[in-house]
Nanobody, 125 residues
Framework: VQLQASGGGLVQAGGSLRLSCAASGRTFSSYTMGWFRQAPGKEREFVAA??????????YYADSVKGRFTISRDNAKNTVYLQMNSLKAEDTAVYYC?????????????????WGQGTLVTVSS
């Protein structure tokens, strides 16, 4: 599986962005998809994940983004999205999408098998 993330950019605090992650291959619907981020000088952290179709497609969020971010997937387009609203300066980071053959989501990056190249989100205050 190859993942291509896009949609990052510069936005003012309070604004919105939508990230996309397009996946290659025919088995996209069987993968749990996650978004992680890494800010300068910080560890990579979990942002959100959405279960594979057999897992009900349930969504999970880090507390720091709950209520502001929404993860969704379109299996027909082999794409997962991250809608980010009410952005804050502390959301500034490189955002990575990941795919894992997981029964249910994991917030641990090492559980995911494939990673995209990352897209930079910069939120100005």
């Amino acid at each position: 599986v190859q993942l291509q993330a896009s949609g990052g950019g510069l936005v003012q605090a309070g604004g919105s962005l939508r990230l996309s992650c397009a996946a290659s291959g025919r088995t996209f619907s069987s993968y749990t998809m996650g978004w992680f981020r890494q800010a300068p000088g910080k560890e990579r952290e979990f942002v959100a994940a959405i279960n594979w179709s057999g897992g009900g497609g349930s969504a999970y969020y880090a507390d720091s983004v709950k209520g502001r971010f929404t993860i969704s997937r379109d299996n027909a387009k082999n794409t997962v999205y991250l809608q980010m609203n009410s952005l804050k300066a502390e959301d500034t980071a490189v955002y990575y999408c990941a795919a894992g053959a997981l029964v249910t989501y994991s917030a641990r990056g090492e559980h995911y098998d494939y990673w995209g190249q990352g897209t930079l989100v910069t939120v100005s205050s």
